[in-house]
């Protein structure tokens, strides 16, 4: 079993920054692809960014990318997700998620855990 839990989230101004971060136990850390996935009211949940238990990343495009990015600490077992240049478009609640193999995917339902999820609104 992983367990995941987020924090960071917050409320912030546009054009400001935040720094999500999931913390993973459990075992099987090393080889656990990792990803951050956002949903805002009434919409679906899509993905955001992935990372490989090697850090390799995958981000949507064009709507994060060169804004937000992905990164990993294995040896603490955490994932970071670093948000800048926020826009109003940009609140959610933003997941994290892990799935033991394959690489990063878009699709949720090709994870195995969830964490509950931290609130992002933008302000304009």
């Known amino acids: 079993q992983v367990q995941l839990v987020e924090s960071g989230g917050g409320l912030v101004q546009s054009g400001g920054s935040l720094r999500l971060s999931c913390a993973a136990s459990g075992r099987m850390m090393r080889i656990i692809t990792m990803a951050w996935f956002r949903q805002a009211p009434g919409k679906e949940r899509e993905f955001v960014a992935g990372?490989?238990?090697?850090?390799?990343?995958?981000y949507d495009e064009p709507s994060v990318k060169g804004r937000f990015t992905i990164s990993r600490d294995n040896a603490k077992n955490t994932v970071f997700l670093q948000m800048n240049s926020l826009k109003p478009e940009d609140t959610a609640v933003y997941y994290c998620?892990?799935?033991?193999?394959?690489?990063?995917?878009?699709?949720?339902?090709?994870?195995?855990?969830w964490g509950q999820g931290t609130q992002v609104t933008v302000s304009s």
């Open positions: 998620a892990a799935r033991v193999m394959g690489r990063v995917s878009g699709s949720p339902d090709d994870y195995d855990y």
């Open positions: 990372i490989t238990w090697n850090g390799g990343t995958t």
